[in-house]
């Protein structure tokens, strides 16, 4: 069956390899920039913010974005001097300029130092997420995830028919520990703050409810790795982490 334009922008845009979109996020509007990086991560994409040019560019080294969200105007150095020095080591990133200057000379200014693309203030989420997800697929750096499993060492999870198996095993979960184990398979291996988690499964601001996660991890370790290695790992002082059992 062929799916739709209104479709294809609901299926989640990953690498080529399958691994998760990176997307720095660059305001100095700190309230804005977390906007804007729970939007993304609530899309499955892996996102870190930076609220002024050097450290944009520092984090551009560090964590090889496959797109940045880049205001104009910033505290330090504006826009155009952080896409020139990202653009030095990381020529295939695609960039979308953020701004309050709607002017054609605006425009034509951040197109011709290699902006992709140009959103102004105010905008849609919708419209970031849709120009963005436009950008890194003519660019060739990602692709729809067409499959609604979600596959870490021999867990596996069918989003579609809300299905997971250890194996062969069928676990039986509910809808809360569904989500927060469909948000840690979407981010295999990386270290997931409670923050974080609560952020995603929950909404919810951090303050005092630490003990929330703590509740629902040991209910998905009881399920997931009761009688099996273990896939669900605590990082003292971090978070918890889920990888194939060794």
């Not at 977390?34 to 939007?39: C, E, S, W, Y």
């Not at 896409?83 to 425009?107: E, K, S």
């Not at 950008?135 to 750096?141: D, E, H, I, M, N």
């Amino acid at each position: 069956m062929s799916r739709t334009p209104a479709d294809a922008e609901q299926i989640p845009l990953v690498r080529t390899d399958g691994s998760p979109m990176r997307v720095l996020v660059v305001d100095d509007e700190a309230s804005l920039a977390a906007v804007l990086a729970k939007m993304l991560r609530f899309e499955g994409w892996h996102t870190r913010v930076a609220n002024d040019g050097m450290s944009a560019v520092s984090a551009c080294r560090q964590f090889e974005p496959d797109a940045v969200i880049l205001d104009v105007m910033l505290p330090d150095i504006d826009g155009f001097e952080v896409l020139r020095r990202i653009r030095a080591t990381n020529p295939h990133v695609c960039v979308l300029f953020l701004t309050a200057r709607a002017t054609v000379a605006d425009r034509i200014a951040g197109i011709t130092v290699g902006g992709d693309d140009y959103v102004t203030k105010p905008f849609s989420l919708e419209e970031v997420l849709a120009r963005l997800r436009g950008l890194v697929r003519r660019a060739g750096l990602g692709r729809l995830d067409e499959t609604p499993r979600l596959v870490v060492g021999d867990l596996a999870m069918d989003e579609d028919a809300h299905e997971v198996r250890r194996s062969s095993d069928l676990i039986d979960l509910t809808a809360t520990e569904f989500e927060l184990l469909r948000y840690m398979m979407r981010n295999p291996r990386r270290v997931l703050s409670k923050a974080q988690m609560l952020d995603h499964v929950w909404s919810y601001d951090f303050g005092g409810r630490a003990h929330v996660v703590e509740l629902y991890i040991s209910y998905l370790r009881k399920k997931i790795d009761n009688g099996r290695p273990p896939m669900i790992h605590t990082v003292r002082g971090v978070g918890y982490v889920l990888k194939p059992a060794s």
